[in-house]
């Protein structure tokens, strides 16, 4: 059974916008710390933001000022306001819901393409 289900992505060009969002289970996403990991060719899955079960935000350097994670607890989603875009955002952007102590569960969801291109 999915957990997670990811909508959004698509192409844009520089300094433009988009949104994601990432619906979760109703069992899964009061107690999960959930947010976006990116993928860029050839390159490792890094962090974009991740927000706690009760709202807290964490950005990496590389996204901080231009994207804004969010909680819609009566929607079980968890979404991403992606501005300014640049080229190197450029990647495929998954969805994650973990604990938020220890390692009891960690769940992915299977990526939407971003691009940042004229």
């Known amino acids: 059974q999915a957990q997670l289900m990811e909508s959004g992505g698509g192409l844009v060009q520089p300094g433009g916008s988009l949104r994601l969002s990432c619906a979760a289970s109703?069992?899964?996403?009061?107690?999960?710390?959930m947010g976006w990991y990116r993928q860029a060719s050839g390159n490792q899955r890094d962090m974009v933001a991740l927000?706690?079960?009760?709202?807290?935000?964490n950005y990496s350097e590389t996204v901080k000022g231009r994207f804004t994670i969010s909680r819609d607890a009566a929607k079980n989603t968890v979404n991403l306001q992606m501005d300014n875009l640049k080229p190197e955002d450029t990647a495929v952007y998954y969805c994650?819901?973990?604990?938020?102590?220890?390692?009891?569960?960690?769940?992915w969801g299977r990526g939407t393409q971003v691009t940042v291109s004229t």
């Open positions: 109703e069992s899964l996403f009061p107690i999960a710390k």
């Open positions: 994650n819901a973990h604990s938020p102590v220890g390692a009891r569960f960690n769940y």
């Open positions: 927000i706690t079960p009760d709202g807290k935000p």
